[in-house]
């Protein structure tokens, strides 16, 4: 079964700082997303990937970036939180052509104080 | 935009009595249509998609093209299918677009 792995599930941060949050997929997907998960809100997307080195922006990329140097490997960037950005941050895996089932991290709450 | 409405945050059914969570969707093209589900302490997972067209855990889901619709239903609930359900939609190039959500209840 494919592995999505967040490796934080919890994590404090001060307003200001820098945030850095990887997500690691074992099954070879070419496709990678970060949402962010807000009560009465649903999921978002931030940003995704098709492949090494792509990224593409989601709804909300605003206060975001994100790298894929590895095919395995998505991280996502916060250069400065704030505290709007405290939130439930959730990485997804597909493949492709055509990535009809999305495979779904643990998650890692983020709280910006 | 908008693109997949959930207008239900909150449902509460009783052990045993019939179920329907609400999806509507916005799109212009042809829809895919799917419904993740999220447990208490469990990563979000798929559910079930409407172009299977299958029964998963006694849930079905029927597209309605007319009605811009894809409510999730399941005839008598049970206490284990309390959790948040999300009504998704794929469009070009792999996106997902999510609902609010609908979290469920079902009283024993």
């Known amino acids: 079964d494919v592995k999505v792995t967040q490796s934080l599930r919890y994590l404090v941060k001060r307003t200001g700082e820098k945030v850095f949050l990887e997500c690691v997929q074992d099954?070879?997907?070419?496709?990678m997303f970060w949402y962010r998960q807000d009560p009465g809100l649903g999921l978002r997307l931030i940003y995704f990937s098709y492949d090494v080195k792509m990224k593409e922006k989601g709804d909300i990329p605003e206060g975001y970036s994100v790298s894929r140097e590895k095919k395995e490997r998505f991280s996502l960037i916060l250069e400065s939180a704030s505290t709007n950005q405290t939130s439930m941050y959730l990485c997804?895996?597909?493949?492709?052509?055509?990535?009809?089932?999305?495979?779904f991290g643990s998650g890692t709450q983020l709280s910006v104080l | 935009a908008q693109r997949v409405t959930q207008p239900e945050k909150l449902l509460s059914v009783f052990k045993g009595a019939p179920v329907e969570l609400k999806c509507n969707y916005s799109y212009s093209g042809s829809p895919e249509l799917f419904w993740y589900v999220q447990y208490s302490r469990q990563r979000l997972q798929l559910l079930l998609r409407h172009i299977s067209r299958e029964s998963i855990k006694g849930f079905t889901a029927d597209l309605n093209k007319g009605e811009t619709s894809f409510h999730l239903k399941k005839p008598f609930a049970q206490e284990e299918d309390s959790a948040m359900y999300y009504c998704?939609?794929?469009?070009?190039?792999?996106?997902?677009?999510f609902g609010t959500g609908t979290s469920l209840t079902v009283i024993p």
């Open positions: 997804a895996s597909s493949s492709q052509p055509r990535g009809l089932k999305l495979f």
């Open positions: 998704a939609l794929l469009v070009p190039g792999n996106q997902f677009y």
């Open positions: 099954m070879d997907h070419e496709n």
